[in-house]
């Protein structure tokens, strides 16, 4: 693999730059979804623990 592609390497530069935005702006939506998900499933477990006891934590 010798330097005879110097094209190559900016472009693959290139790429994975908007890659990398579409996984982060990914992983953003999903880490969202995840704490919705965890927000609505944690806060009304900690509303009913002292009802349950508090065992649970």
């Known amino acids: 693999m010798r330097r ?11 790429r994975p ?4 935005r ?4 990914g992983l953003l ?3 969202i979804v995840w704490a919705l998900f965890a927000v ?6 900690v509303l009913l623990a002292p009802s349950l006891g508090v065992r649970l934590l």
């Open 40 to 45: 609505s499933y944690v806060v009304p477990t």
């Open 22 to 25: 579409a996984l982060l702006t």
């Open 29 to 31: 939506r999903g880490v």
């Open 4 to 14: 005879l592609r110097r094209g190559q390497p900016p472009v693959r530069r290139a």
């Open 17 to 20: 730059t908007s890659a990398r």
